[in-house]
């Protein structure tokens, strides 16, 4: 058994990580409110323009666009743009979406290539063999509405030129602080929305092909955008639940620590009543 002063110390530092933990939850618990809003805000607008797409869908313009129509290839180069934390201790959460993407490349054999968001991915992968065509780190800092254009600019680059044959993303689909869903999508060749039944008569200025041609990378930009903000949230979701975790765990280890001591103590009082009762018997013979 370990002694009292050992024990004493165990606790203390216990309760030194508790106040951290405890103090992070409180901070991933604001910041999880205001990614929140941002999610259900951004739904609404992403859905509307899905709705335009939807819309447009049985036009020729659409059809034959360049960022619709499929590239003609038996084994096709794949992007996956794999969306990431930059920080820890959050849980599984970064290790579910790299798990996610290892299977997503193993499938997608050996033409595969990477665009990873985060440090946890880009430190995950850039000592292995699947090749980095681009990396972002230290996301936090930078608008998300800026790093969504410059990627998708990259990408749509990339397709144009032939450079590669379709471009995927994964990121965390947010739906609570304890339900994160690791999703794939495709982003390139553009899947357009199935026709709606009544699709609506639009007015086009100046013209059908300039919209269109404004419309796809605009669309392709807002899915990124709405990957992005999906992932924060169940980022923050993630950290305040695994925090709330380990503040738990760290009351029930206290609880086991200080019944530890308390029988430290007890069988230390015990080992010196026997002591003096056996010096006294001692001195009587």
Known sequence: M?????????????????????AMKMVAAAKLRRAQEAVVQSRAYSEKLREVVANLASEPSLREHRLVKAHATESPRVLLILLTADRGLCGGFNANLIRHSEIFLHQSGGTASLAVIGRKGFDYYKKRATPIRNQYVGIASRPLVELSREIVARAVAAFVEDEIDEVHILYSQFRSALSQVPTIERLLPIEAPAETENPREYLFEPDREDVIENLLPRYV???????????????????????????????????????????????????ELMEIVGGAEALKG
């Open 2 to 22: 370990a002694s009292l002063k050992i024990i004493r110390k165990r606790i203390s530092s216990v309760r030194s990580t508790q106040q951290i933990t405890k």
């Open 221 to 271: 930009e807002v899915k990124v955008f709405q990957a992005f903000l999906e992932t924060l949230a169940s980022e923050h979701g993630a950290r305040m639940t695994a925090m709330e975790s380990a503040t738990n765990n760290a009351s029930d280890m206290i609880e086991r620590l200080t019944l530890e001591m308390n029988r430290a103590r007890q069988a230390t009082i015990t080992k």
